[in-house]
């Protein structure tokens, strides 16, 4: 061949894809929306219910008053003796637990194991600390021991009193989230020197990017904490811990093979850790079996380093170890905060309040996505819902960025299977709407 027709030639071919911003936009403009459209409603549960969520201590605290509150009175009955008369009134259930009240107007909580009783609830009862009067008795909920309202609206936020299959909802949103806030970022980065409409749809359009964008960090903060909590995402999440050896420290119960036998008590072990300065409000946790050490764990969520526990022999009252939260590992105390903050315990009504406001804008953004998704709507040929971005976008990218692409997605879909399978449905759905589309044009 030619010099002339190598030139010829090569001019002939087509030229290869370039990857610009007006290649990819089209993807993500799809992208974004397909994702907003169906995920919308689990992300829109999720906000409602958090956003119920949030402000439960408060409303426990007035709802279940006579079981956490008691007059002011002088005398304290020992916690030995306050545990006794919990004991009385369970005869059926095993001591996991004893919170004594932090001030001189909260009851002693007794915890128990107690058989019939759903995986992750206990019984409690509430105990004048003055009187040894019984104030109530209710199944609480989780490691906080919520009351019955914080629990059922909790199980309402994670699975919508479903169960385990509601789970996946929860999962499904957390997993989704992520991916529509970034690629509404990355739409807004590629668009933000463009003037804004002025029409109805344009103002909601500019109301949907800057709260989006105002939001973006927190809603990506909600998405990471969340998939620690899911069923599959959060099996892969703390399998990743522990191979990193992130995970949260515990302190050691183990005694000596020697050492002597007998029961100091409840208030010996407590005054023993008190004046090693393990400051209150506290729970003690006897020894699950003979041989091991009662464990005094602080349970304050508000400040980022009360976490601290200690062990202590049940017979000499001795402290056997001691874990600081100051020695935990960075991912650990990152992951106390981040579960806590998901949470709105930490910094008390300060979290409260931003939870609160990033949960409105959630709403919001949500919304104004759908009533976009509506003046979409073709105004003739019968159309009822919005009209979606042209498909086919994927074609444009080059392969060597498609590519890497993909690995990417298979890899994230493997560890966040809930992501992997909606998206894999999402696809597949696509492609039987377009080629029943093309059977029609035909």
């Not at 981040?338 to 949500?366: K, P, R, S, Y």
Request: with cysteine; aromatic share 8%.
């Amino acid at each position: 061949m030619s010099v002339d027709q190598n030139e010829e030639h090569a001019a002939e071919a087509p030229a290869q894809p370039r990857f610009t911003w007006a290649a990819v936009r089209p993807l993500l403009v799809r992208l974004h929306f397909y994702a907003g459209v169906f995920v919308g409603p689990f992300l829109l549960a999720a906000a409602v219910t958090g956003l119920a969520y949030i402000w439960t201590p408060q409303l426990e605290q007035a709802v279940y008053d006579r079981e956490l509150h008691v007059p002011a009175a002088p005398g304290v009955v020992s916690l030995d003796e306050q545990t006794a008369i919990a004991k009385a009134a369970v005869p059926d259930g095993t001591v996991t637990g004893v919170r004594p009240g932090p001030s001189a107007t909260d009851t002693t909580q007794v915890i128990f194991d107690r058989p019939g009783l759903e995986p992750s609830y206990h019984h409690t009862v509430f105990v004048d600390p003055h009187t040894g009067e019984i104030r109530g008795q209710l199944e609480t909920y989780g490691s906080s021991q919520a009351m019955p309202v914080r629990g059922w609206i909790d199980t309402l936020h994670s699975s919508l009193q479903l169960g385990d299959f509601g789970r996946l909802y929860s999962e499904l949103a957390a997993s989704w989230l992520w991916i529509v806030v970034l690629a509404g970022i990355a739409l807004w980065i590629g668009s933000r020197k463009r003037n804004a409409s002025r029409s109805a749809r344009g103002r909601l359009l500019s109301w949907h990017r800057t709260t989006g964008l105002v939001i973006a960090a927190g809603l990506l903060f909600l998405s990471a904490t969340g998939l620690t909590w899911s069923e599959h995402a959060g099996a892969s999440v703390s399998e990743l811990r522990a191979e990193l050896d992130w995970t949260t420290p515990s302190v050691s119960t183990a005694l000596p093979a020697a050492a002597p036998q007998g029961e100091a008590g409840l208030d010996a072990v407590r005054a023993a850790t008190r004046q090693a300065g393990l400051s209150g409000p506290v729970e003690i946790r006897p020894p699950a079996k003979p041989g091991k050490a009662y464990v005094v764990a602080q349970i304050g969520r508000s400040w980022p380093t009360k976490a601290d526990s200690m062990a202590v022999d049940p017979a000499t009252a001795q402290i056997t170890d001691t874990l600081r939260f100051a020695d935990y590992s960075l991912a650990a105390k990152l992951s106390r905060w981040g579960i806590d903050a998901h949470m709105g315990l930490l910094f008390g009504v300060a979290n409260q309040i931003v939870l609160t406001a990033l949960a409105v804008a959630l709403v919001c953004v949500i919304v104004w996505g759908y009533r976009m998704w509506w003046l979409r709507r073709p105004t003739r040929g019968g159309g009822r819902v919005g009209r979606p971005p042209a498909r086919g976008a994927w074609r444009r990218i080059p392969g060597r960025v498609l590519a890497p692409v993909l690995v990417v997605t298979a890899v994230v879909g493997y560890y966040l299977p809930v992501f992997g399978l909606s998206l894999l449905a999402f696809l597949v759905a696509d492609l039987i709407v377009g080629i029943r589309r093309q059977e029609v044009q035909a």
